[in-house]
């Protein structure tokens, strides 16, 4: 079951600079989209979510960008903190059929000081 | 801020023991829900739970899995016979908002290693 796929397991990204995380999905019919973040032997913590009748949502210094067309979301951080550092699973909601999110294997953000 | 909280952060137990694992979810959420994640993979749903029923299960949730509230603020979730699969992390998570039941939050997840 690959509908929600992250293809860089790991990205590394200097302080005060852009992080740029990448989510591509295959079922059309997700409603939601949501970035989670999550610290070692800690739970994945909610972030930001965005409906798929937008193509932006933007909280403080997270923005999550949405291409329909494309099946495509990505996730941007400005600046870049050191606090940043952890790993981002992108997630997806059906409104249809059940209530389960459906996640990405995720990418490990390192944020060089 | 109100979180999920889970117990045992860390459990060990033989194959075809049973384990609880127990969570407590935030105190004015009604959905509630079970995920894992076997180390290097996804996580993975496993059930959700409201007005004291299953309403959804994934294919991983078989007869060796069990939910349960036993009383207004703990959410357990059994496992029989536990095999050396079962081993992974697992994330209890709730939901206040019938509108909005894509906001799930997560707990800290408890460890089980199945030996």
């Known amino acids: 079951d690959q509908q929600v796929k992250q293809n860089s397991p790991s990205l590394s990204v200097q302080e005060g600079r852009i992080s740029i995380l990448n989510c591509d999905y295959t079922n059309s019919m997700f409603d939601y989209f949501l970035w989670y973040k999550k610290y070692p032997a800690e739970g994945p913590t909610f972030l930001i979510s965005?409906?798929?009748?937008?193509d932006k949502n933007e909280d403080g210094r997270f923005t999550v960008f949405l291409n329909k067309s494309a099946k495509h979301l990505s996730l941007h951080i400005v600046p870049s903190q050191p606090g940043d550092s952890a790993v981002y699973f992108c997630?997806?909601?059906?409104?249809?059929?059940?209530?389960?999110?459906?996640f990405g294997t995720g990418t490990r953000l390192t944020i060089i000081p | 801020e109100p979180e999920v909280t889970q117990t045992p952060s860390h459990q060990v137990t033989q194959m075809g023991q049973e384990v609880i694992l127990r969570c407590v979810p935030i105190?004015?959420?009604?959905?509630f829900y079970w995920y894992r994640q076997i180390l290097g993979q996804k996580v993975e749903f496993l059930v959700s739970?409201?007005?004291?029923?299953?309403?959804?299960k994934s294919e991983i949730f078989d007869d060796q899995f069990s939910v349960e509230r036993p009383d207004g603020s703990n959410f357990t979730l059994k496992i029989r016979s536990t095999k050396l699969e079962d081993s992974a992390m697992y994330f209890c998570a709730s939901s206040d908002n019938r509108q909005a039941l894509y906001e799930q939050y997560f707990g800290p997840g408890t460890r089980l290693t199945v030996t």
């Open positions: 997630a997806a909601y059906s409104n249809f059929g059940n209530e389960k999110l459906t």
């Open positions: 739970f409201y007005n004291n029923e299953i309403s959804e």
């Open positions: 965005i409906s798929s009748i937008k």
């Open positions: 105190s004015n959420h009604l959905y």
